[in-house]
Nanobody, 115 residues
Framework: QVQLVESGGGLVQPGGSLRLACVPS????????MDWYRQAPGKERERVAR???????VYLDSVKGRFTISRDDAKNTVDLQMNSLKPEDTAVYYC?????????WGQGTQVTVSS
């Protein structure tokens, strides 16, 4: 079993930045991939970014060039740096991974982009 704890959400003006952090209950060096998802009101949950154990990354087209996913094995965190935020980025952001065929989710952290 893996617990995931997210932090770093909040209210930010358009064009601003936020950095989200996800801390798993086991070493990220033992986890093949870590994802960040988001879900806006009335919309389906969508994957924003993925980072693999080798450091390969994948991004949702609408966040390419603005968001950066990274991992810090020493701190055991997977972060999502979000720059040039837009109102349409407003959502609850979730950390996700899969271990031994079981999917695990964090509790989510709210990101609101509004003036």
């Amino acid at each position: 079993q893996v617990q995931l704890v997210e932090s770093g959400g909040g209210l930010v003006q358009p064009g601003g930045s936020l950095r989200l952090a996800c801390v798993p209950s086991r070493s990220i060096s033992t986890i093949y991939f870590m994802d960040w998802y988001r879900q806006a009101p009335g919309k389906e949950r969508e994957r924003v970014a993925r980072i693999t154990r080798s450091g390969a990354t994948v991004y949702l087209d609408s966040v390419k060039g603005r968001f950066t996913i990274s991992r810090d094995d020493a701190k055991n965190t997977v972060d999502l740096q979000m720059n040039s935020l837009k109102p349409e980025d407003t959502a609850v952001y979730y950390c996700n991974t899969e271990v031994s065929g079981q999917s695990y989710w964090g509790q989510g952290t709210q990101v609101t982009v509004s003036s």
